[in-house]
C-alpha cells in the first residue's frame, strides 16, 4: 500500500541520534498492535484535533453537445472533527536493583518496553471499541462508531450497509476489514510529536513507596512515555464489519463466504484492504489453510517486517487483533 506508518514517521526523523530513543517505541507499536503496523499516519491540521469533509454522495456530472455548455455541480460534504487521545504512564525500577544488573541500560530499557507493550494494548482496544461516552478522555473505536446493521457509510444509501451480522447472539466474535490511506481511513498525530511518541528519560528520582500519609522512600529510576493519536475516517465506505459470529458451535459461526460479501462492499472489491480478527477466528483460519480443499486461504511466502507468517484471505492479510475479543450481540 505504501502507507506512511508510525515507523515511516519515525524514521524519517532528521538525524539517527534525534530519532533513536523513538525507534524501539515504534517498533513496539507495530509489532504489538497489528493496526499500527498498517495505520498511514499523518500530522493533524490542528494542535490537538483534525478537521475534514466527509463526502456524502456524490455530484452528477452531464454530458454536453458542440456549441453547448453544462451546469456547474457541487460536491456534497458534511464537516468533521477528529480528535486525539492521550495515553501516558511512567515506568520506575530501584536504582540498585538495576546497578547491580551485568547491563542495567539493557535491563531498564527491558522493563521500560513492558510498560511501553501495556500502553499498545490500551491503544488497540481503542482503535477497537473507544467511546467517547465512557471516558471524555478518548474517542470513538471502530466498533463504536459502526454498531448498527442500518449504519449507511457517509449517510449514502446507494452504497451497502457498513456492518454485516453473522446471525449470532449473545457473546459473539466480529472481523473488522479496513482499506487504508490517505482520504480513507488514517491515524492522526500532533504536528509537533514524533509519531505522536515521546520517551523521556528522568533519571534519578527519589520514589515514594508507601502511603504519602506515611511515606517510604528509595532511589529509582524514571522514564515518562506517552502516545498521543487519533483515528481519522474521511470515507466510511473503506469499512466492513462482519459482526454477530458465533465464538462455537455449529450455527452462525465463521463463514468465509460471508467475508467474501463483505469485501466485495469496499469500493472496487477491497484490492488493498486489510483483514482484523480475534484470536478464535485467526485460529479458524489458520486451521482452514492446512486443508487440501482449501479454496480461501494462502501463507505469504515473504512473511510480514517482523519475520512472521502471513496469512492470506484471497489475497488479503489477515492480522490477529488479540484485544477484539468477544462483546454482545448487536442489531
Given at each position: 500500500?505504501?502507507?506512511?506508518?508510525i515507523?515511516?514517521?519515525?524514521?524519517?526523523?532528521?538525524?539517527?541520534?534525534?530519532?533513536?530513543?523513538?525507534?524501539?517505541?515504534?517498533?513496539?507499536?507495530?509489532?504489538?498492535?497489528?493496526?499500527?503496523?498498517?495505520?498511514?499516519?499523518?500530522?493533524?491540521?490542528?494542535?490537538?484535533?483534525?478537521?475534514?469533509?466527509r463526502?456524502?454522495?456524490?455530484?452528477?456530472?452531464?454530458?454536453?453537445?458542440?456549441?453547448?455548455?453544462?451546469?456547474?455541480?457541487?460536491?456534497?460534504?458534511?464537516?468533521?472533527?477528529?480528535?486525539?487521545?492521550?495515553?501516558?504512564?511512567?515506568?520506575?525500577?530501584?536504582?540498585?536493583?538495576?546497578?547491580?544488573?551485568?547491563?542495567?541500560?539493557?535491563?531498564?530499557?527491558?522493563?521500560?518496553?513492558?510498560?511501553?507493550?501495556?500502553?499498545?494494548?490500551?491503544?488497540?482496544?481503542?482503535?477497537?471499541?473507544?467511546?467517547?461516552t465512557?471516558?471524555?478522555?478518548?474517542?470513538?473505536?471502530?466498533?463504536?462508531?459502526?454498531?448498527?446493521?442500518?449504519?449507511?457509510?457517509?449517510?449514502?444509501?446507494?452504497?451497502?450497509?457498513?456492518?454485516?451480522?453473522?446471525?449470532?447472539?449473545?457473546?459473539?466474535?466480529?472481523?473488522?476489514?479496513?482499506?487504508?490511506?490517505?482520504?480513507k481511513?488514517?491515524?492522526?498525530?500532533?504536528?509537533?510529536?514524533?509519531?505522536?511518541?515521546?520517551v523521556?528519560?528522568?533519571?534519578?528520582?527519589?520514589?515514594?513507596?508507601?502511603?504519602?500519609?506515611?511515606?517510604?522512600?528509595?532511589?529509582?529510576?524514571r522514564?515518562?512515555?506517552?502516545?498521543?493519536?487519533?483515528?481519522?475516517?474521511?470515507?466510511?465506505?473503506?469499512?466492513?464489519?462482519?459482526?454477530?459470529?458465533?465464538?462455537?458451535?455449529?450455527?452462525n459461526?465463521?463463514?468465509?463466504?460471508?467475508?467474501?460479501?463483505?469485501?466485495?462492499?469496499?469500493?472496487?472489491?477491497?484490492?488493498?484492504?486489510?483483514?482484523?480478527?480475534?484470536?478464535?477466528?485467526?485460529?479458524?483460519?489458520?486451521?482452514?489453510?492446512?486443508?487440501?480443499?482449501?479454496?480461501?486461504?494462502?501463507?505469504?511466502?515473504?512473511?510480514?517486517?517482523?519475520?512472521?507468517?502471513?496469512?492470506?484471505?484471497?489475497?488479503?492479510?489477515?492480522?490477529?487483533?488479540?484485544?477484539?475479543g468477544?462483546?454482545?450481540?448487536?442489531?
Open positions: 500500500m505504501g502507507a506512511y506508518t515507523m515511516d514517521v519515525v524514521n524519517s526523523y532528521t538525524t539517527l541520534d534525534a530519532k533513536a530513543k523513538y525507534i524501539w517505541a515504534a517498533n513496539v507499536l507495530a509489532r504489538k498492535c497489528p493496526f499500527f503496523q498498517d495505520m498511514p499516519m499523518k500530522p493533524s491540521n490542528q494542535i490537538f484535533s483534525n478537521i475534514g469533509a463526502v456524502s454522495y456524490l455530484n452528477t456530472p452531464a454530458t454536453r453537445g458542440f456549441n453547448q455548455g453544462v451546469a456547474p455541480t457541487a460536491i456534497h460534504s458534511v464537516n468533521y472533527t477528529e480528535g486525539i487521545a492521550m495515553i501516558e504512564d511512567y515506568s520506575e525500577v530501584d536504582k540498585t536493583l538495576c546497578d547491580i544488573q551485568p547491563n542495567p541500560e539493557q535491563w531498564r530499557s527491558e522493563r521500560d518496553k513492558i510498560k511501553l507493550e501495556a500502553m499498545t494494548q490500551t491503544a488497540e482496544t481503542l482503535i477497537i471499541s473507544g467511546s467517547k465512557s471516558d471524555v478522555n478518548a474517542w470513538d473505536g471502530f466498533r463504536t462508531r459502526f454498531n448498527v446493521s442500518t449504519h449507511y457509510p457517509n449517510g449514502d444509501t446507494t452504497w451497502p450497509v457498513n456492518v454485516k451480522l453473522a446471525g449470532g447472539s449473545g457473546t459473539v466474535n466480529d472481523i473488522i476489514i479496513i482499506e487504508w490511506g490517505e482520504s481511513v488514517f491515524g492522526l498525530y500532533p504536528p509537533n510529536l514524533v509519531g505522536g511518541i515521546q523521556k528519560d528522568l533519571g534519578e528520582v527519589t520514589v515514594v513507596t508507601n502511603t504519602l500519609a506515611s511515606p517510604q522512600y528509595m532511589q529509582g529510576y522514564t515518562f512515555m506517552s502516545l498521543y493519536f487519533g483515528l481519522n475516517i474521511e470515507d466510511e465506505r473503506y469499512i466492513q464489519r462482519l459482526a454477530n459470529i458465533q465464538p462455537t458451535g455449529v450455527d459461526i465463521f463463514n468465509p463466504e460471508h467475508l467474501v460479501e463483505v469485501i466485495n462492499n469496499l469500493p472496487g472489491g477491497g484490492a488493498d484492504a486489510v483483514i482484523y480478527v480475534p484470536r478464535a477466528i485467526k485460529t479458524q483460519m489458520d486451521i482452514a489453510a492446512m486443508q487440501k480443499n482449501n479454496a480461501f486461504y494462502t501463507i505469504d511466502a515473504n512473511n510480514d517486517v517482523f519475520g512472521r507468517p502471513v496469512l492470506r484471505f484471497r489475497g488479503l492479510p489477515v492480522r490477529l487483533a488479540e484485544k477484539m468477544t462483546f454482545t450481540a448487536i442489531s
